[in-house]
């Protein structure tokens, strides 16, 4: 059983940076792929990154690519998304996950944090 907490959400004008970290709970924290996730209202949750657990490998959306960048550090046990140039279109609740191998769904994932709120301004 892994407890994910996110933090660093907040509000931000268009063109800005955010960094969101996520920390695990456990020390088997390397054992586990990591995905960020965001729903923005009357949407679905849709993915936004994934990192191997060695963090030599990541993938993105099409729509953050060049933006956004997913990292961790397995010696804190945790995950990070720096964003840049944000759009109004990011503007979501932001969610890590931890699962068994690299995915881009939401079923892929076998635990979640609660969820940042990212606000961006138009």
């Known amino acids: 059983q892994v407890q994910l907490v996110e933090s660093g959400g907040g509000l931000v004008q268009a063109g800005g940076s955010l960094r969101l970290s996520c920390a695990a709970s456990r020390r088997t924290f390397s054992s586990y792929n990591m995905g960020w996730f965001r729903q923005a209202p009357g949407k679905e949750r849709e993915f936004v990154a994934a990192?191997?657990?060695?963090?030599?490998?990541?993938y993105y959306r099409d729509s953050v690519k060049g933006r956004f960048t997913i990292s961790r550090d397995n010696a804190k046990n945790t995950v990070y998304l720096r964003m840049n140039s944000l759009k109004a279109e990011d503007t979501a609740v932001y969610y890590c996950a931890a699962g068994p191998a690299l995915a881009t769904t939401t079923q892929g994932y076998d635990y979640w944090g609660q969820g940042t709120q990212v606000t961006v301004s138009s």
């Open positions: 990192i191997v657990r060695t963090g030599v490998t990541t």
